[in-house]
């Protein structure tokens, strides 16, 4: 069974950074791509930024240049690395993986002053 588990969200003023990890277990994590998305209140969980088994990335345009995807096969983690946040990034976000399809129970990330 895949479990995957979120970490590293929190408040954060205008223009800071947070670092997101989603810890995977119950699969071969280095077989698969994995996914960022989010959810703000009364939206549409929307896509963020996708990395494959071999590395390559794909990102929103609304995040693109200010998001980084990264992976650590040895870890079993994909990373989200958000700089220059803005308030329109405030969401709960939720990693996935593309084996099961499974989700994570999202962290909470809150971009304001």
């Known amino acids: 069974q895949v479990q995957l588990v979120e970490s590293g969200g929190g408040l954060v003023q205008p223009g800071g950074s947070l670092r997101l990890s989603c810890a995977a277990s119950?699969?071969?994590?280095?077989?698969?791509?994995m996914g960022w998305f989010r959810q703000a209140p009364g939206k549409q969980r929307e896509d963020v930024a996708f990395?494959?088994?071999?590395?390559?990335?794909n990102y929103a345009d609304s995040v693109k240049g200010r998001f980084t995807i990264s992976r650590d096969n040895a870890k079993n983690t994909v990373i989200l690395q958000m700089n220059s946040l803005k308030p329109e990034d405030t969401a709960v976000y939720y990693c996935?993986?593309?084996?099961?399809?499974?989700w994570g129970q999202g962290t909470q990330v809150t971009v304001s002053s």
């Open positions: 996935k993986d593309f084996y099961s399809g499974s």
């Open positions: 119950g699969m071969i994590f280095s077989r698969y791509a």
């Open positions: 990395i494959s088994s071999g590395g390559n990335t």
